[in-house]
């Protein structure tokens, strides 16, 4: 896509790019993909750019006539592939890692080309349908029961905020028709979820004019789990105060940590206060394609519902998050609005996606799922993930046995969290616990300079603690072993 002055051909006056064009840059395009893929491990993970670097290199004005493919192309490789954090290198192992594939990606230029718009089953009767089919597979590779049914939203955060919003819907306080504003009938209503839970919980919370108050964040365990004598407590006390508890998130997977909420000891207390359990599952929730991990699900068979994000650990181009919920009905009262226009003979006996959320037009996402786990097949995806565990565990040995470094919390999946801790000889305790805190900082932002792989960080008490997430269907032992190498380079340069 080097190549600019080979080709003079500007858009054309009218319709779209012609199908010569379109074939030739088209197969161009994918030529260009797979050569990313082949070179990948040349670039640096974190863009090696400052803030404001790549605006400073583009027009500030739309330009007036349309210009060549070939001088499109060749700003890819000049201005975006250098502005780019390279989320599928196989050394990228911040945040959670996570990575497209092959398959997923061929899915998504379908999905491009056909374009539908799946709001009503007739507007894309493919989508709606496939996308029931692809989400009973997962279901089935999951573990999960026929009472769930299963819908895609773009993220989790937005599966989630949904799953509240039917969660309100359940408590029968006519938030649809009359609102929350302004009345006196309404106790306040509360959502519960651990300290540790993603804060995309408390993001809904807002956003469904529950307010930050709407949310109580119940305390965790040693690790890190949420404490179910304490969400218990926490009801009853709020019940006492006339507050109406309607709602528990637990976490399977935490963001900072992966830890897993005690879902059998939280169902019993939901189901006594007659409240909604949702279980926020986005990034662990893939895990239980793994027969011997699917335990890590037990329990959900008594949650309202569940949301597990295929865009984390299946492989699948990002996004696509599934909202699994046993009570569709609700879902669709909260959401369910079909004005004149959009009125069909068929809608008494299909589902339509714009029934069960706040978008009308949805995207065809089912596709590129569907055609990952055909392509992989539930042996390979598991195989996939089971891996990912195997080289986190093997990671995590390495820490176990080096003097110099500890791990921070248990290791459920595939993401490790620890720090180094070399010792200074009669170093009183405060003292030390700011020299670590600065020294595994400067040890990750050493690493991650380099450009040779990227991690994260987060706080666990009070200690900063580095999370190295493995996911990425290209990392192999070789790249962990280069993590850990450089790691350990940085900790020799500045202990
Ligand atoms: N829930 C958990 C446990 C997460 O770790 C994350 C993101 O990492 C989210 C929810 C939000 O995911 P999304 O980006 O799909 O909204």
């Given at each position: 896509m080097n190549k600019p002055s080979e080709s003079t051909v500007v858009s054309p006056e009218l319709g779209d790019m012609s199908k010569e064009e379109f074939r030739r840059y088209g197969h161009e395009l994918v030529d260009w993909i797979a050569d990313y893929f082949e070179r990948i491990e040349d670039l640096?993970?974190?863009?090696?750019?400052?803030?404001?670097?790549?605006?400073?290199?583009?027009?500030?004005?739309?330009?007036?006539?349309?210009?060549?493919?070939?001088?499109?192309?060749?700003?890819?490789?000049?201005?975006?592939?250098?502005?780019?954090?390279?989320?599928?290198?196989?050394?990228?192992?911040?945040?959670?890692?996570?990575?497209?594939?092959?398959?997923?990606?061929?899915?998504?230029?379908?999905?491009?080309?056909?374009?539908?718009?799946?709001?009503?089953?007739?507007t894309s009767p493919a989508s709606t349908e496939l996308e029931d089919v692809t989400l009973d597979w997962l279901r089935q590779m999951m573990g999960l029961d026929g009472g769930l049914s299963g819908i895609i939203y773009d993220t989790a955060s937005v599966s989630s905020m949904h799953a509240i919003a039917a969660a309100r819907e359940g408590v029968e306080q006519r938030v649809r028709e009359e609102g929350m504003s302004g009345r006196a009938d309404l106790p306040l209503l509360r959502v519960y979820t651990s300290e540790h839970a993603h804060s995309s919980i408390e993001k809904a919370v807002i956003t469904l004019g529950l307010g930050q108050k709407g949310l109580r964040k119940v305390p965790t365990d040693s690790e890190?789990?949420?404490?179910?004598?304490?969400?218990?407590?926490?009801?009853?006390?709020?019940?006492?105060?006339?507050?109406?508890?309607?709602?528990?998130?637990?976490?399977?997977?935490?963001?900072?940590?992966?830890?897993?909420?005690?879902?059998?000891?939280?169902?019993?207390?939901?189901?006594?206060?007659?409240?909604?359990?949702?279980?926020?599952?986005?990034?662990?929730?893939?895990?239980?394609?793994?027969?011997?991990?699917?335990?890590?699900?037990?329990?959900?068979?008594?949650?309202?519902?569940?949301?597990?994000?295929?865009?984390?650990?299946?492989?699948?181009p990002f996004d696509l998050s599934v909202l699994y919920c046993r009570h569709l009905d609700l879902l669709r009262r909260a959401f369910s609005l079909v004005p004149e226009y959009l009125r069909t003979p068929e809608q008494e006996k299909v589902r339509s996606g714009s029934d069960y959320g706040i978008q009308l037009g949805r995207r065809f996402r089912a596709l590129k799922l569907w055609m990952v786990i055909r392509y992989f097949g539930h042996d390979g995806l598991a195989a996939r993930i089971r891996e990912h565990c195997r080289l986190a565990q093997l990671f995590a040995s390495w820490i176990e046995e080096s003097p110099e470094w500890e791990l921070l919390a248990p290791v459920p999946f595939a993401l490790v969290c620890f720090r180094a801790c070399p010792d200074r000889e009669g170093e009183p305790a405060e003292i030390k616990a700011k020299r670590l805190d600065v020294l595994n900082e400067a040890i990750m932002h050493g690493v991650n300079a380099s450009g040779k792989a990227l991690f994260s960080h987060t706080k666990l008490n009070d200690k900063l603690t580095l999370r190295l997430s493995i996911g990425n269907i290209r990392t192999t032992e070789k790249h962990v072993r280069q993590v850990w190498e450089l790691m350990n380079e940085q900790l020799a340069l500045l202990k």
């Open positions: 640096p993970v974190l863009a090696a750019i400052e803030p404001g670097d790549l605006k400073a290199q583009l027009p500030t004005v739309p330009p007036q006539h349309g210009e060549s493919m070939p001088e499109i192309l060749a700003d890819i490789d000049k201005l975006i592939v250098p502005a780019l954090t390279h989320w599928v290198h196989p050394s990228f192992f911040a945040y959670f890692a996570t990575s497209t594939s092959g398959p997923g990606i061929l899915g998504e230029m379908l999905c491009a080309a056909f374009d539908n718009k799946a709001m009503l089953w007739r890190f789990r949420m404490d179910a004598k304490a969400l218990e407590a926490a009801i009853e006390e709020d019940k006492r105060h006339g507050y109406l508890p309607f709602c528990i998130v637990a976490t399977v997977g935490t963001t900072s940590t992966s830890s897993i909420d005690p879902i059998r000891e939280i169902i019993p207390i939901g189901e006594e206060h007659a409240m909604w359990l949702h279980v926020d599952a986005a990034y662990a929730g893939s895990a239980a394609v793994v027969p011997e991990l699917r335990h890590i699900l037990d329990g959900c068979e008594r949650a309202d519902s569940l949301v597990v994000n295929p865009h984390k650990w299946l492989f699948t």
